[in-house]
């Protein structure tokens, strides 16, 4: 499976910035779709999850502001990110899982940066 994401870029303390990832050369069924995202200095940490069945589920500190959305048809996943704030200010990261080889795949990164 490869994942390419796309969207990110700079904006300013506000703004929005939506996010997306397609995976490729999949035979298999994705089930766990997610955003990370690593900030300068930190430990990479998720953003936000969405399951095969729709379940989603979201940090704390993105709750409100971010949603998280996939296609399945297009095998691809989207992260909207809304009222943006500096400390969103990090590179994310999309992964999905596939249950049945447990294994997980993880795409290039892409820089979000929010400047205030």
């Known amino acids: 499976v490869q994942l390419q994401a796309s969207g990110g870029g700079l904006v300013q303390t506000g703004g929005s910035l939506r996010l997306s990832c397609a995976a490729s050369?999949?035979?298999?069924?994705?089930?766990?779709m997610s955003w990370y995202r690593q900030a300068p200095g930190k430990q990479r940490e998720l953003a936000a999850q969405?399951?095969?069945?729709?379940?989603?589920n979201y940090a704390d500190s993105v709750k409100g502001r971010f949603t998280i959305s996939r296609d399945n048809a297009k095998n691809t996943v989207y992260l909207q990110m809304n009222s943006l704030k500096p400390e969103d200010t990090a590179v994310y990261y999309c992964?999905?899982?596939?249950?049945?080889?447990?294994?997980?795949?993880w795409g290039q990164g892409t820089q979000v940066t929010v400047s205030s």
């Open positions: 992964n999905v899982y596939v249950a049945s080889i447990r294994q997980d795949y």
């Open positions: 050369g999949s035979m298999f069924r994705l089930d766990a």
């Open positions: 969405i399951r095969s069945g729709g379940f989603t």
